[in-house]
């Protein structure tokens, strides 16, 4: 087992281990450790939301979850030697989940606060709670279903510089003024009060939570991404934008689909990442590389079959929409949705599934006016029965059992 760069204690609060941990990305967070080019070592992360939701019945806490607060990263984590204009090569060598915490939760975000990609159609507060058995994820919210787990990051990435914070801080506020009223929100800006700015103290901490840039979107830096395929057994090649570059990381997830589309549409768990780093010395330059660049893993879970479903850019409407695969990929999302439903899920459970089952999305068709096509691939060999079309018509398999937690 590697040295544990740092640990988390998951009975404390996130404020209480703000020594390794922070809440926005700012350049002047303290490195709370320094590693040579070629370390290996340990990161425990605690899970994205620091312990606000339970693994209980009710979605009250789903509902209420304070989103100022997320998400709350392990780090930063300092390289000797590494330079703005440098790559930090990050080789994840296992992800795992932590012995006293084997369940991960996924939630449906209320429209009022957080939403997700359908919430116009799915606008109420719903959790529901998986319980780990190795490999594989099942949940008594969500009968009938279970798979193995692609354990990743969602969250990864280095410290921004003075001016790169400032020109994210420039261009979201831009954003957000052409309709500020909106719900959700265009884009979430800084906010001081629940800032966690790691080990710096006093006034520096006051002023620098004020600038610093929260953590939702991905950016240059990386970030946010939740990328389903970055697991054990892939590296990824960061930009450095600060002296040592200051590595981050947190929002593990057991199993996510990709476009994590209910939001908190992954298994959110708390867990450990094992970590090997190295330089490539202006790398940026020499590559061309303005956003991360990733080789996938040598593994993954093996799905052979699938039911693919295609979206094409007319909104439900029927709006004519041109070549957007947004709109494309929502209904593509929808179209898997209406189809699970034959076989007795509600609609909020096949849109968990969608947002945490190792489903795939693709961007088909991007050229052929005036529609993109993006496609949902669905693995049929998560389900306990046969979810293809036949000519006897869908068979009721999910009887019984329960639905996901509901706003008590
Ligand atoms: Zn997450």
């Not at 620091?50 to 392990?74: C, F, W």
């Not at 957080?114 to 606008?123: D, K, R, V």
């Not at 790691?198 to 970030?223: D, F, L």
């Not at 476009?259 to 202006?282: P, S, W």
Request: aromatic share 8%; hydrophobic share 40%.
């Amino acid at each position: 087992m590697l040295e544990t760069l740092i640990k988390v204690d998951l009975n404390k609060s996130p404020e209480e281990q703000s020594d390794v941990l922070h809440n926005r990305w700012h350049p002047d967070i303290p490195l709370v450790a320094m590693v040579k080019p070629g370390a290996e070592f340990r990161v425990e992360c605690i899970d994205w939301t620091g312990g606000q939701i339970e693994n209980d019945d009710s979605a009250n806490d789903i509902r209420d979850v304070d989103l100022t607060k997320v998400h709350y990263l392990s780090g930063p984590i300092g390289v000797e030697g590494a330079e703005p204009g440098d790559l930090l090569v990050v080789d994840i060598l296992d992800v795992g989940t932590l012995a006293e915490s084997q369940w991960g939760f996924t939630g449906l975000f209320a429209k009022e606060n957080g939403g997700g990609f359908l919430t116009e159609h799915y606008p109420e507060a719903r959790k529901a709670c998986w319980d780990f058995s190795g490999i594989y994820a099942s949940s008594r919210h969500i009968p009938n279903v279970s798979f193995p787990g692609i354990m990743h990051p969602g969250l990864i990435g280095c410290l921004p510089s003075k001016e790169l914070l400032a020109e994210w801080n420039t261009r979201e506020a831009a954003l957000v003024v052409t309709d500020p009223d909106r719900v959700p929100p265009l884009a979430a800006l800084p906010y001081a009060p629940t800032a966690v700015m790691g080990q710096m103290k006093g006034a520096a901490a006051e002023a620098a939570a004020k600038e610093g840039a929260r953590t939702v979107p991905p950016r240059e830096h990386g970030g946010n991404c939740d990328i389903k395929d970055l697991t054990k057994g892939s590296r990824v090649y960061f930009p450095v934008y600060v002296k040592g570059a200051g590595l981050s990381m947190g929002d593990i997830h057991f199993s996510q689909g990709d476009g994590e589309i209910t939001f908190c549409g992954a298994i959110e768990m708390a867990g450990y990442l094992d970590i090997r780093v190295n330089l490539i010395k202006g790398g940026v330059k020499k590559y061309g590389v303005t956003n991360p660049i990733f080789k996938p893993s040598n593994l993954s879970p093996k799905f052979d079959d699938y039911l693919i479903f295609e979206g094409i850019s007319v909104d439900e409407d029927g709006k004519q929409c041109y070549l957007d695969a947004h709109v494309a990929y929502r209904r593509a999302c929808l179209n898997a949705i209406e189809y699970m439903k034959k076989f007795g899920y509600t609609g909020e459970q096949a849109y968990a599934i969608l947002g945490a089952a190792p489903v795939q999305g693709h961007i088909s068709g991007i050229v052929d006016i005036p529609n993109a096509c993006a496609t949902l691939w669905l693995p049929t060999g998560i389900f306990d029965f046969d979810i293809r079309p036949n000519a006897d018509g869908p068979v009721i398999a999910v009887k019984g059992g329960k639905d996901l937690a509901v706003v008590s």
